[in-house]
């Protein structure tokens, strides 16, 4: 009996993971030359030419109905490419939130017609798409929401303002929570969802620069847009189910573990050279895969319940927050270790990339959910609040 059975762990398939050798052989070519401190940026990373051959292998869109250009596999399939993807440091950042969420939430809410319009062409890594859900002055209070869409004779008529928006000004579309009914003290009541072409007269989309100088958090205006009537997504009242459902698939994948595994392999390497070898250092090592290897266990048993259409939001909740400790504890540690040396030994690479990931870290425990919000979730879940 293996180590798996004994545990009575969650495995991925067999037929799911035999794609990774095909995968990492690409992968292994397409990013050989790029140095670490740029692989560190992987799902920042905009590169819309990659996005296509990734398109163009069918290796997005994996989980959506071959009727709309998907490859009909399972949650699992995609577990396996986005390891590798984040493993290697592809840029992926252009696709990202249209494979992972966005294609999805289509499939499980839109009309025919949505999904005929969206779905090919995110399969394609033509279509790239962003989130529409925090606001200035709500902080993590997703519910009390104040962009508005106002209905007309000929739609919807869209105002407000969303923040921290990944990518919006490289995409093309928004799926943004708003308001159709009520005030923001009518709290879940009264939210929808719409999609948003971003080329829409009235939109603004201004980047935001952050710590290490890059520009991938947006704030995005909204002046009277002019919404069509299929603008709307799913039910008009209910968006506050659609999106707790959407959020699951954006805490629970590899993601919320390997924001630093590009950091982590980098100082890997240089720890197995003789000048970089220490007790200490082969100690850390340890700590971070033991905190590592739970954590992608639960991600797969998270996955497999995505497979049987689940909607695992407390599960999801919880393997965020513990997978963000572990990524922000990986600069930090290895920041320690490497400062406690002679400059002289340490790689300049490693240097350049341990910077990068330290000044981007403390992001992570606010995408996706804030860790007191996450927090409560799963207080809830478990009963005790």
């Known amino acids: 009996m293996s180590t798996l059975d004994s545990l009575n762990l969650t495995r991925i398939p067999a037929d799911d993971e035999a794609l990774r050798a095909e995968v990492?052989?690409?992968?292994?070519?397409a990013m050989r030359d790029v140095p670490a401190h740029i692989r560190a940026k992987s799902w920042s990373g905009y590169d819309p030419a990659f996005s296509r051959e990734l398109g163009r292998r069918g290796w997005l869109g994996i989980t959506l109905p071959e009727a709309y250009g998907g490859g009909g596999r399972n949650a699992f399939t995609r577990f396996v490419l986005v390891e590798e993807f984040l493993n290697f440091g592809a840029p992926v950042g252009s696709?990202?939130?249209?494979?992972?969420?966005?294609?999805?939430?289509?499939?499980?809410?839109?009309?025919?017609?949505?999904?005929?319009?969206?779905?090919?062409?995110?399969c394609r890594g033509e279509s790239f798409f962003c989130i529409g859900m925090s606001e200035p002055n709500s902080g993590s209070d997703l519910a009390s929401v104040k962009t508005r869409a106002t209905k007309t004779d000929k739609g919807w008529s869209l105002s407000g303002q969303k923040i921290w928006t990944t990518n919006a000004h490289h995409c093309h579309y928004m799926i943004a929570l708003v308001r159709t009914s009520g005030e923001a003290q009518d709290r879940h009541k009264g939210l929808s969802q719409v999609i948003v072409d971003l080329s829409l007269p009235g939109v603004t989309v201004r980047p935001i620069t952050d710590l290490s100088g890059d520009s991938h958090f947006c704030e995005v205006f909204f002046d009277n847009v002019q919404l069509q009537d299929d603008a709307l997504i799913g039910a008009e009242g209910q968006g506050w189910e659609q999106v707790t459902a959407e959020l699951a698939f954006e805490r629970s994948g590899p993601e919320r573990l390997y924001s630093s595994i590009v950091l982590f392999d980098e100082w890997l390497a240089f720890i197995r050279t003789p000048q970089g070898r220490t007790n200490e250092a082969v100690r850390l090592a340890g700590k971070i895969t033991s905190q590592l290897a739970p954590l992608r266990a639960m991600s797969v048993a998270i996955t497999e319940k995505l497979t049987r259409g689940e909607s695992p939001v407390v599960e999801a909740?919880?393997?965020?927050?513990?997978?963000?400790?572990?990524?922000?504890?990986?600069?930090?540690?290895?920041?320690?270790?490497?400062?406690?040396?002679?400059?002289?030994?340490?790689?300049?690479?490693?240097?350049?990339?341990l910077n990068y990931v330290t000044q981007v870290a403390p992001s992570y425990s606010l995408r996706g959910g804030t860790r007191d919000i996450l927090r409560g979730m799963i207080a809830r879940g478990l009963g005790l609040r």
């Open 24 to 29: 990492r052989a690409f992968l292994s070519e």
């Open 95 to 122: 696709h990202w939130i249209a494979d992972r969420q966005s294609g999805p939430l289509i499939l499980k809410y839109g009309t025919e017609a949505q999904k005929q319009f969206y779905l090919p062409p995110i």
């Open 317 to 353: 909740a919880l393997v965020k927050d513990l997978g963000t400790g572990v990524e922000q504890f990986i600069p930090a540690a290895i920041a320690d270790d490497l400062f406690s040396r002679e400059s002289q030994d340490i790689p300049l690479e490693l240097l350049h990339t």
